[in-house]
């Protein structure tokens, strides 16, 4: 029997010479993964000195402090996408404090980036007018040539 702990902390069981497969996310230790937005526009040098600053701070705290096992690893640029960058970090906890522990770290950490000046991504949509023009007055019936001159009731 073989046995794995992926990225996210979970044990996963490989018997020799079979696909089969067994995980368990409660055994020993878990690991939150936290990914963080940040603009095209602003200093990934910064932004993860900010990141793992407050990440530090957050986990030498209660409530963190119980469930955090190890110091926070700042992983660096997870994506690149045409929205924005992902830097990730992740840390150790006690089995089953990975989300809770997740949404802790992501809260300090935006506030941090807020407090820092650092620029999050958004998404631009384009803007409605304020008001809608005004529509053109309705064209009148061309004459075709055909209308009836006469005035009713008078013969010629």
């Known amino acids: 029997m073989n046995t794995l702990r992926d990225v996210n902390g979970t044990v996963w069981y490989v018997r020799n010479g ?8 409660s055994q020993g230790f878990a690991v939150a993964v936290v990914d963080v937005p940040l603009s095209h526009h602003g200093s990934v040098d910064e932004a993860l ?19 955090v096992m190890d110091a926070p690893q700042v992983l ?16 150790k906890v006690r089995p089953g404090r990975q989300w809770a522990t997740q ?3 992501r809260a300090r950490i935006m506030g941090a980036f807020v ?42």
Do not use: W
Not at 49 to 67: F, I, K, T
Not at 76 to 91: M, N, P, Q
């Open 18 to 25: 079979e696909v089969v497969r067994i995980g368990n996310s």
């Open 49 to 67: 000195a900010v990141l793992g600053e407050a990440a530090e701070e957050a986990v030498s705290q209660a409530p963190l402090a119980d469930d």
């Open 76 to 91: 660096g640029v997870e994506k690149v996408t045409s929205e924005g960058i992902t830097l990730r970090l992740t840390v």
């Open 103 to 105: 949404r802790a770290l």
């Open 115 to 156: 407090a820092a000046g650092i620029e999050l991504p958004f998404v631009r949509t384009p803007a409605k007018p304020a008001e809608e023009p005004p529509k053109p007055a309705p064209a009148r019936p061309r004459s075709t040539g055909f209308e009836d001159t006469k005035a009713s009731g008078s013969d010629s």
